[in-house]
């Protein structure tokens, strides 16, 4: 039963199992499509169970910036901010493949919350993990130069994958870190130069795992 994946499932006593399978939603998001943004406040919790969501933040000036991806059978608990305490920031969520997964309506999750402490216990550390989440990206952001940030990503992305062969363009890294996509696009023009890279039309290719390994110290 897919309920099953849900994180919290086995912490639910029988009554509670039925009231959360009689009240999932069966939901679908296509690539690109926008999960929670600012006319999408409160959807409620989401988990995936195919493909992958992106959570980010977008500055003042209209940088974005990818906090963490929420990868299937992860809960999705900042789709449901409206029912945690203290989220003062604003966070939008897209979806990074062709996503479908199961929705807990926000008076489901309230209501498990406040009758099962061990839920709202593990909703608490799941809100702490991701926060955690958040500040390594930041500390990136901030601290970390720009060249090794992309080849960071580019290794996390070769991991992920596991390919040295990356479908992704100059905007997709740009959005994922922070930046422009014309700042990304002159320095993948220097690792090309320097052989690591093999730049095409909406991919990269790893050419020296062990150089690009080596500009991540």
Same mark, same amino acid.
């Given at each position: 039963?897919?309920?099953?994946?849900?994180?919290?499932?086995?912490?639910? &006593?029988?009554?509670? #199992?039925?009231?959360?399978?009689?009240?999932?939603?069966?939901?679908?998001? /296509?690539?690109? *499509?926008?999960? %929670?943004?600012?006319? /999408?406040?409160?959807?409620?919790?989401?988990?995936?169970?195919?493909?992958?969501?992106?959570?980010?933040?977008?500055?003042?000036?209209? %940088?974005?910036?990818?906090?963490?991806?929420?990868?299937?059978?992860?809960?999705?608990? @900042?789709?449901?901010?409206?029912?945690?305490? &203290?989220?003062? @920031?604003?966070?939008?969520?897209?979806?990074? *493949?062709?996503? %479908?997964?199961?929705?807990?309506?926000?008076?489901?999750?309230?209501?498990?919350?406040?009758?099962?402490?061990?839920? /709202?216990?593990?909703?608490?550390?799941?809100?702490?993990? $991701?926060?955690?989440?958040?500040?390594?990206?930041?500390?990136?952001?901030? @601290?970390?130069?720009?060249?090794?940030?992309?080849?960071?990503?580019?290794?996390?992305?070769?991991? &992920?994958?596991?390919? *040295?062969?990356?479908?992704?363009?100059?905007?997709?890294?740009? %959005? &994922?870190?922070?930046?422009?996509?014309?700042?990304?696009?002159?320095?993948? /023009?220097? @690792?090309?130069?320097?052989?690591?890279?093999?730049?095409? $039309?909406?991919?990269? #290719?790893?050419?020296?795992?062990?150089?690009?390994?080596?500009?991540? #110290?």
């Amino acid at each position: 039963m897919e309920e099953e994946k849900i994180e919290f499932y086995k912490l639910l &006593n029988d009554r509670e #199992k039925v009231l959360l399978k009689d009240n999932l939603i069966k939901k679908e998001f /296509k690539k690109g *499509e926008m999960v %929670r943004d600012s006319t /999408k406040s409160c959807i409620g919790v989401f988990v995936p169970l195919e493909g992958k969501l992106r959570v980010s933040i977008i500055s003042d000036e209209g %940088r974005e910036i990818t906090l963490y991806y929420v990868k299937p059978y992860d809960t999705c608990i @900042f789709s449901a901010s409206c029912v945690l305490s &203290n989220i003062s @920031f604003d966070v939008f969520i897209q979806a990074a *493949e062709d996503t %479908r997964g199961l929705l807990i309506p926000i008076r489901i999750f309230s209501q498990l919350q406040e009758n099962n402490l061990k839920v /709202k216990i593990l909703a608490l550390e799941i809100t702490n993990e $991701r926060f955690s989440d958040v500040m390594w990206a930041l500390q990136q952001l901030l @601290f970390l130069p720009l060249q090794q940030r992309i080849v960071m990503f580019l290794y996390d992305e070769m991991i &992920n994958t596991k390919s *040295e062969e990356l479908k992704l363009t100059h905007e997709d890294i740009a %959005r &994922n870190i922070g930046s422009s996509r014309e700042v990304i696009t002159r320095s993948l /023009k220097v @690792f090309s130069k320097l052989g690591i890279l093999e730049i095409g $039309r909406g991919r990269i #290719k790893i050419l020296d795992k062990k150089e690009l390994i080596s500009l991540m #110290k």
